[in-house]
């Protein structure tokens, strides 16, 4: 019992405590065997030809090439010139640290996980009912005046989702993304949905992109077999493009979408013989390997699994332990990228989202339980002049679950930003001892581990 | 119980009246009274700006002013800032550079960029995220918001000279 | 949340004011800016039974010369001071402290008066208003009197004014021509209150400094000047030692609150760290570099 807030995840749930142990772990594993900590990481990944890889717990990484990702993000970051830089910085009495962390970015949850709660005995119960899956759905049509109207299952909340669906109807449909409506209200009452359908866990660029683009192919099927009928062309002749169906080399041999429309609407007694009247196709996709838990608790609980490096130099302030991010380098393995505006953005946001945490951000209690941060003024949100200059690079290994390759990119730096930032004030802090071992570091905190280091020194 | 007041007030140009108790706060006078959502209530204590407004010129926190103290007054909401169904520049580079996610934010920020791209028409970009620490933003991490003012200011200017 | 229900009024001068504040006594609350009263409002911290609000008063909000100083009408906008060409030549200590107070949206409302009045203990202006040792004017329904920076500040959101009193102007002198002066902050973000701040002023002759005023805002109950430290450089000449010396003493002289944000002895060793920074700046300012303690 407690009369402290409740807390729910928001943003990497709770991996960035996870990678904050763990890197930092691994930080203290090459301190104590004097090894470069990016050595230490580079002997333990997954190799490439390793993937799809089964971990312990049942997990199936769909695809990666850790150790080339981990090298890009050294190679943007310089990482020999900063260990130099920090030669000489640590030579002129300064307090200059680099920091890694990798980790690996799941996306799209197995619904089948929540039942690990449950004792595996329960669960062998004649008549425990399982549960499994995820899943999402996307309708695509076409209306009598050919107009594309596109209908998502996630529900989103300013991530882009109408951009990146109305990108893959355009390709699948050859027109142009402004052709193309895209309804992104949901009410599971008129609605094809499912118990996963939603945004979260990073799932709509894996199975929502899916389901769009399935739904698109579907629809894509159907009007090529239409049009082979009216045109008495083989359908492998077909292909669409700039809002027409031609055979392909004679561009003038063809119908506009408008014209192929009007007529399976209004004429449906002229479609082919077995086909269903009406130009609209729902997807709904779910992945294979998301089954629910074995007895020994083993599942798969995501469907996409991304990977993250990062590299942060950092100089502290010896006088008022203020802590000067003075380079950040970030590398995202997301599979196929779609829009890499919306990409960036998300990663963006994610990284200052996770420094939140680590520098700024605390729900705080005194010794009565009494919740110290109740409002704005001391729950410190980063704002513009927290944000450090951040440099991206991609690298792609593409899902092989996923109809377009793509993986989720929402968690992003939220998940790494707190082992990087702890990682490098430790290693910043290294000559007197200091290592970080919470979060967050406030300047005063900071400084009443570095009081103590220098007393012991004394 | 203090009796509503009379308020008349000039929003984007056009004049509005209503009335209020004095306790009333302005961001909800606009959001409800005269139907002008398009300034958001995040805090409701000054910190957020999602609630910036111009006021008689000048962005001021709307959540931290009373409606009765607009009397008179000529102010300016996000829904101000396009003319005759053009985009202001501002909001044309915000769309451009990826500057909104969520959008939650995004009035205030447009609000408090405009007011200080009046007092500062060619800043850095430091000058440029001091002045974007009035409104916290949670999704985009600032880079393209700063983009965004840049670029706007760099347009702004040009169409001056 | 929103506010509890009071009864409004918004005189058009100070002599009106001063008469609602007299008739309701301790059940009134003088709003100026609004930035720090309405959030208390808003969450219902403070629930005064009647709101005396001074934004439509003509008579309280002017920047002018007279007889050598400045006379900042309390209501005042800080955004007026922050963007006025006199207070950036006259004082310009209080313009670049004005760059830390809050935001420019808050500055656009918030007011010098508001900020002396309500004195919180990590606010710029009262530290910036002791260090110019400066004068304010403060009026009830029996006339007016003037009490100095020094007397002004008494505690932990506490001053000098009594109930009924109504603080309406501000005087401060402008520091000799051949003086330098400092603001020096350290705050978790920019534009937040300081966790510790210092505003610094000396005037020198030859090698002798001749006044020196200090100023704390965050480490203490109230702004504080700092005048044991401020002795120690008036002492004698200015030498390698005496800034260190008048730091290592201003951090002796505070007590300061521990936090959420920072701890006692933090915010005891920042007011060491930043007094050393405020007078390296205001001698340099002052033409001394040789005094200046690296």
Redesign the interface.
């Known amino acids: 019992m407690t009369n402290k807030c409740p807390t729910g995840p928001n943003r990497g749930y709770a991996c960035g405590h996870l990678y904050f142990e763990m890197e930092r772990m691994v930080d203290l594993l090459a301190e104590r065997l004097r090894m470069d900590p990016a050595q230490v990481r580079r002997r333990n990944f997954i190799r490439a030809d390793q993937f799809p890889y089964r971990t312990p717990s049942g997990g199936v990484y769909d695809s990666g090439d850790y150790a080339a990702a981990f090298d890009r993000a050294l190679e943007v970051a310089d990482y020999g010139r900063l260990r130099e830089e920090q030669s000489r910085a640590r030579a002129a009495g300064r307090l200059y640290g680099v920091g890694l962390a990798v980790a690996v970015d799941p996306s799209v949850s197995n619904m089948g996980y929540v039942t690990i709660a449950l004792d595996p005995k329960r669960r062998a119960r004649p008549g425990y009912l399982a549960k499994s899956g995820a899943i999402e759905s996307a309708t695509v049509r076409i209306d009598p005046l050919g107009q594309v109207t596109a209908i998502l299952g996630t529900a989103p909340q300013g991530q882009g989702h109408q951009t990146v669906v109305a990108q893959i109807v355009a390709d699948e449909l050859g027109i142009a993304p402004a052709d193309i409506t895209v309804v992104d209200e949901m009410d599971t009452f008129t609605r094809v949905w499912g118990i996963s359908s939603g945004t979260y866990s990073s799932r709509f660029g894996s199975v929502g992109t899916s389901a769009a683009a399935l739904a698109a192919r579907k629809l894509k099927d159907k009007l090529i077999l239409l049009a082979s009928a009216i045109t008495e062309t083989p359908a492998e002749k077909l292909t669409l493009a700039d809002g027409r169906i031609v055979v392909r080399g004679e561009a003038q041999r063809g119908l506009t979408l408008k014209q192929l429309a009007g007529r399976a609407h209004w004429n449906t007694q002229s479609l082919p013989p077995g086909m269903e009247p009406a130009l609209e196709a729902t997807a709904v996709f779910g992945f294979p390997l998301a089954d629910s838990p074995d007895e020994r608790d083993r599942v798969n609980s995501s469907n996409t699994y991304g990977f993250i490096a990062e590299v942060m130099a950092v100089e502290v302030d010896r006088e008022t332990a203020d802590i000067k991010i003075l380079r950040y380098v970030t590398v995202h393995d997301a599979g196929v990228i779609i829009n890499p505006a919306i990409a960036e953005g998300q990663i963006m946001g994610g990284a200052l989202h996770g420094l939140g945490g680590a520098l700024w951000e605390e729900l705080a209690y005194d010794g009565q339980g009494q919740f110290l941060a109740g409002s704005f003024m001391d729950y410190l949100v980063p704002s513009a002049s927290q944000a450090p200059a951040i440099e991206v690079a991609h690298l792609a290994t593409p899902s092989p679950f996923t109809t377009l390759g793509a993986k989720g990119l929402g968690e992003a730096g939220s998940m790494t930003a707190p082992a990087a930032v702890a990682n490098a004030v430790s290693d910043a802090l290294a000559p007197l001892g200091v290592r970080i071992t919470e979060l967050p570091i406030t300047p005063s905190r900071l400084w009443h581990l570095l009081e103590r280091a220098e007393r012991g020194t004394r | 119980?203090?009796e509503p007041?009379r308020i008349r007030l000039t929003v984007n140009g056009q004049p509005h009246e209503g009335s209020a108790?004095?306790?009333?706060?302005l961001v909800?006078f606009l959001r409800e009274d005269l139907a002008l959502t398009g300034t958001h209530v995040g805090?409701?204590?000054?910190?957020?700006?999602a609630c910036?407004i111009l006021?008689n010129g000048?962005?001021?926190?709307s959540?931290?002013?009373?409606a009765?103290?607009a009397d008179g007054a000529e102010l300016m909401t996000v829904e101000g800032l396009a003319r005759g169904g053009e985009l202001h520049i501002l909001q044309l580079a915000f769309r451009e550079h990826?500057a909104?996610?969520?959008?939650f934010c995004t009035p205030g920020m447009l609000m408090?960029a405009y007011?200080?791209l009046r007092?500062n028409p060619r800043p850095t970009e430091d000058e440029?995220?001091?002045?974007?620490?009035?409104?916290?933003?949670?999704?985009?991490?600032?880079?393209?918001?700063?983009r965004a003012v840049m670029a706007a200011a760099r347009r702004m200017s040009a169409a001056d000279e | 949340m929103k506010p509890a229900p009071f009864e409004y009024h918004a005189p058009s001068s100070a002599s009106h004011a001063l008469e609602l504040l007299a008739r309701h006594g301790a059940d009134a609350r003088i709003l100026a800016g609004g930035q720090s009263l309405v959030p208390l409002l808003n969450f219902r911290l403070s629930a005064p039974a009647v709101i005396v609000d001074l934004n439509r008063t003509a008579d309280l909000a002017y920047i002018k010369e007279e007889g050598g100083s400045l006379r900042i009408g309390a209501m005042t906008r800080q955004r007026a001071i922050e963007f006025s060409a006199l207070v950036r030549s006259r004082l310009p200590l209080l313009a670049e402290a004005t760059r830390w107070v809050g935001h420019l949206p808050t500055r656009t409302r918030g007011t010098i008066g508001g900020s002396l009045a309500h004195s919180d203990p990590a606010a710029e202006y009262p530290a910036v208003v002791a260090a110019l040792d400066g004068e304010i004017a403060i009026r009830n329904s029996g006339g007016e009197r003037v009490v100095r920076a020094a007397d002004f500040f008494v505690g932990f959101m506490s001053t000098a004014l009594r109930p009924g009193e109504m603080l309406t102007e501000v005087r401060l002198t402008p520091p000799p021509p051949d003086s330098g002066w400092a603001f020096e902050e350290f705050s978790r973000r920019r534009g937040d209150f300081a966790i510790v701040g210092i505003a610094a002023v000396v005037a020198m002759e030859r090698n002798r400094c001749r006044m020196a005023r200090l100023a704390v805002c965050g480490a203490a109950p109230c702004a504080m000047r700092l005048r044991g430290a401020e002795e120690i450089l008036e002492a004698g000449r200015i030498e390698e030692r005496s800034v260190h010396n008048a730091a290592t003493r201003a951090a002796e002289l505070v007590d300061p609150p521990s936090d959420l944000h920072a701890s006692s002895d933090y915010r005891r060793h920042l007011t060491r760290v930043l007094t050393r920074r405020a007078l390296n700046r205001a001698l340099a300012r002052a033409c001394r570099p040789e005094a200046v303690d690296a």
């Open positions: 119980m203090p007041q108790e004095p306790r009333r706060l909800d805090c409701e204590h000054g910190i957020c700006g910036t006021f000048e962005a001021v926190r959540c931290l002013m009373l009765v103290q990826h909104l996610q969520c959008g408090a007011d200080f007092v440029v995220r001091e002045a974007l620490s009035a409104v916290l933003c949670r999704c985009t991490g600032y880079q393209g918001i700063v």
